[in-house]
């Protein structure tokens, strides 16, 4: 595919819940949380608070993305089922007469989790890329769940804890000045898995123990598909699950420690399909990018899916 994306528009809620208290209204133990604190490196949740509503997030991240912009198709790549008494049946009407694009296509892509916003960025550009697509044709990437409703969806058992946030990015056709270029990007799915949060203890087990080797696997066919060997990726920008997943994901796949963006696993932690975008979106406007780095965008799906994707970063906007 030959597209590029904006610049990453994130907005969290004002509200923040310690991982303790998500952990204990969930009725798991106190071992469970010091493991969340301690080893996975987990503090603090995005939480909505009393006022404030998803759809409302969603927009105000699209009309950053679009900044002034068009865009002919919206995909919005969601884990949890929506819920109709929060955002209302009428949503996907509601959300394009918000975002000016009323007239715009609209398509929901869930059902595999967490990959679904980088998913929607590959279908996406699929779509730019169709016989026939108009020069300016643009398509607006929305993410984002919200967690808080449902304890029990929101806590991932000796995993992590969704948090409420939402992601935008436009993708567009290199010739628009993207902040970054898609190289080149991979899928994986392991049907042993299928049960995702009904699994067995035996089937966790086998899926704790090889799910790093499916990441480093996608990561490595994405890099693959972009020209390129794992050595020469700069950074990668993960699924904010925890911080000992990725130490083993580091130790397996040979990308250095340092490399791997975490910096937002504390105060932000595990914001479903958005985590690489804010990934990325954070190391950008915090000045640790330039132009040239390549960068590996990483999300992990219950069920299982995997979906990485490679991006080169160009000059500003």
């Not at 904010?240 to 130490?247: D, G, K, T, V």
């Amino acid at each position: 595919m030959s597209v590029g994306l904006s610049t990453v528009a994130v907005r969290l809620p004002r509200g923040v819940e310690p991982v303790a208290d998500v952990l204990a209204r969930a009725g798991r133990g106190a071992r469970e949380a010091k493991m969340f604190a301690k080893v996975y490196g987990l503090r603090d949740s995005p939480t909505l608070a009393a006022g404030e509503r998803m759809e409302d997030l969603l927009v105000e991240a699209g009309r950053a993305a679009l900044a002034g912009r068009s865009a002919g198709l919206i995909l919005y790549g969601h884990t949890l089922l929506l819920a109709e008494h929060d955002l209302g049946g009428e949503f996907p009407d509601q959300l394009r007469a918000r975002l000016g694009l009323p007239h715009s296509r609209f398509y929901g892509l869930s059902h595999i989790n967490c990959a679904s916003v980088l998913r929607a960025i590959e279908l996406a550009g699929r779509y730019l890329d169709r016989p026939g697509a108009a020069p300016d044709d643009r398509v607006l990437v929305l993410g984002g769940d919200q967690g808080s409703l449902h304890d029990a969806s929101r806590v991932i058992p000796g995993m992590a804890i969704g948090g409420d946030g939402a992601v935008a990015v436009l993708v567009q056709p290199p010739g628009a000045r993207p902040r970054y270029r898609y190289l080149g990007g991979a899928t994986g799915r392991d049907v042993r898995f299928h049960r995702n949060l009904r699994m067995s203890p035996a089937e966790v087990a086998t899926f704790a123990k090889v799910c790093s080797e499916l990441v480093v696997d996608t990561v490595v066919r994405a890099a693959r598909a972009a020209g390129l060997g794992t050595e020469s990726l700069d950074w990668v920008m993960p699924h904010l699950s925890n911080r000992m997943f990725w130490r083993t994901f580091s130790a397996q796949s040979g990308i250095p420690w340092d490399r791997i963006c975490l910096d937002l696993m504390p105060e932000q932690g595990h914001n479903f399909g958005g985590d690489a975008l804010m990934a990325l979106g954070h190391e950008d406007r915090a000045g640790r990018l330039r132009p040239g780095d390549r960068c590996a965008l990483v999300a992990i799906g219950q069920g299982a899916y995997f979906q990485s994707m490679i991006v080169e970063v160009e000059g500003d906007q």
